[in-house]
């Protein structure tokens, strides 16, 4: 025991020497730190809205890393949703708070934290859409 009281404190926690680490709960210790980025759902958007427009509207609240307005495979119209990946969820927090409900381009929006995406079969070729298949006889 005495050869650890040699040990400087900096060495001994690094090295959790003194087994006083406790296992990381997922939230910051302080509130002040920032927390990773955030994707957001964006709903009822009218038609002619640009990824333009969608960042600078977020960028209001913070940075934002990415848009991807959805749009139609055929038409290649917008299919009236987005998704506006924010750089910290502070901020993704303060637009959804803010924007949820607001008017824009005519429509009252609706923002939320995206929810992750469904896992799809891996059977599918990538030319198929779904729907129905006839059997081949």
């Given at each position: 025991?005495?050869?650890?009281?040699?040990?400087?404190?900096?060495?001994?926690?690094?090295?959790?020497?003194?087994?006083?680490?406790?296992?990381?709960?997922?939230?910051?210790?302080?509130?002040?730190?920032?927390?990773?980025?955030?994707?957001l759902?964006?709903?009822?958007?009218?038609?002619?809205v640009?990824?333009?427009?969608?960042?600078?509207?977020?960028?209001?609240?913070?940075?934002?890393?990415?848009?991807?307005?959805?749009?139609?495979?055929?038409?290649?119209?917008?299919?009236?949703?987005?998704?506006?990946?924010?750089?910290?969820?502070?901020d993704?927090?303060?637009?959804i708070?803010?924007?949820?409900?607001?008017?824009?381009?005519?429509?009252i929006?609706?923002?939320?934290?995206?929810?992750?995406?469904?896992?799809?079969?891996?059977?599918?070729?990538?030319?198929?859409r779904?729907?129905?298949?006839?059997?081949?006889?």
């Amino acid at each position: 025991m005495q050869d650890q009281a040699r040990i400087p404190w900096i060495i001994r926690l690094a090295f959790d020497l003194d087994n006083t680490a406790q296992p990381c709960s997922g939230t910051s210790p302080h509130p002040h730190e920032q927390k990773s980025e955030v994707n957001l759902y964006v709903g009822n958007l009218d038609f002619d809205v640009a990824e333009d427009y969608l960042r600078e509207l977020f960028g209001r609240y913070g940075l934002v890393d990415q848009v991807a307005l959805m749009r139609d495979h055929d038409t290649g119209r917008s299919r009236g949703f987005a998704f506006v990946e924010m750089a910290n969820t502070n901020d993704g927090d303060k637009a959804i708070k803010e924007l949820d409900g607001d008017q824009f381009a005519g429509r009252i929006l609706r923002v939320s934290e995206a929810r992750p995406r469904a896992e799809r079969r891996g059977n599918r070729s990538p030319f198929d859409r779904g729907g129905y298949r006839r059997r081949s006889a």
